[in-house]
């Protein structure tokens, strides 16, 4: 599909565009996004942000229309089936996750809308759940403008990470900048995700994780991360290659 979805968008611009608001779309549709492995799918999007073929500007706007799109889609379906829903076998299914969306849109409905957009298995929920409370327009207008303002790019990023990379001239030997580069990404996102758990260990109950990571081992572990990912960081900022990367990414943004 990823190489499906690659052939069609290089066909010309408007396709480009096309698919990258669909993509954004059914990620953010109702139920949809849950089954779509739209992570992914936006990653190789920003491959191809990332080496040249599609431009940054016209793929971030894409992305906000299909965001906006899929969001007010949902929030109206929720709105409007609010009843059938909750009858259906699906949702029952996952009824732990429904009732916890539910819960944090009463206790914090901006911060939840906000960021359920960056959380794969809330951002197609949220939206839903927000119409079925009838939680007020007015409420749900201003985060859900902010999130998909600054989902698009959060999500392309990777891809455009890795994209730039492969267009550093081979003759460089590039090859230790790119698996430095790799690992500086994976070790900042490992160092965030456990200072994430961290904070949530103190209010969230407990789940399957928390016997392997409880609260008395991620006071030490989030912090060590923390600081193996800030040393990878600087060693990629003083890598010699690194100008001619940040040339490269320039470029992308500047087009």
């Known amino acids: ?60 706007l894409a992305g906000i229309v299909g965001c ?6 949902s929030f109206w379906l929720g709105w409007r089936f609010k009843k059938p829903l909750h009858r259906w076998s699906f949702m029952k299914k996952n009824k732990a996750l ?21 959380v794969g298995p809330t951002r197609p929920l949220v939206p839903m759940v927000a119409g079925m409370l009838d939680l007020p327009v007015s409420k749900f207008i201003v985060p859900n403008l902010i999130g998909c303002l600054f989902w698009p790019p959060v999500y392309f990023l990777p891809g455009i990470l890795a994209g730039a990379a492969i267009d550093i001239p081979v003759g460089m030997q590039s090859g230790g900048f790119k ?20 904070w949530r260990s103190g209010k969230a109950s407990a789940d399957r994780l928390s016997t392997y990571l409880p609260r008395g081992r991620l006071l030490w572990v989030a912090p060590v991360m923390l600081g193996v990912a800030v040393m990878a960081l600087v060693a990629l900022i003083r890598h010699p290659l690194m100008p001619v990367y940040g040339e490269i990414l320039l470029k992308v943004v500047s087009r």
């Not at 916890?100 to 957009?117: C, D």
Request: aromatic fraction near 14%; proline fraction near 1%.
């Open 98 to 118: 429904l009732d916890k969306t539910e819960h944090a849109l009463h206790q914090h409905s901006m911060f939840t809308i906000l960021v359920g957009r960056f």
């Open 1 to 60: 599909m990823q190489a499906l979805l690659e052939h069609f968008i290089t066909q010309s611009v408007t396709y480009s565009l096309f698919a990258i608001a669909l993509v954004a779309f059914l990620e953010s549709l109702a139920l949809v996004g849950l089954i779509l492995p739209g992570t992914v799918m936006m990653a190789g999007l920003g491959a191809l942000i990332g080496s040249g073929e599609v431009n940054f500007w016209q793929a971030w």
């Open 68 to 73: 906006l799109l899929g969001d007010w889609i």
């Open 179 to 198: 698996w430095l580069l790799l690992a500086t990404a994976l070790l900042l996102w490992l160092a965030a995700w456990l200072c994430w758990r961290l």
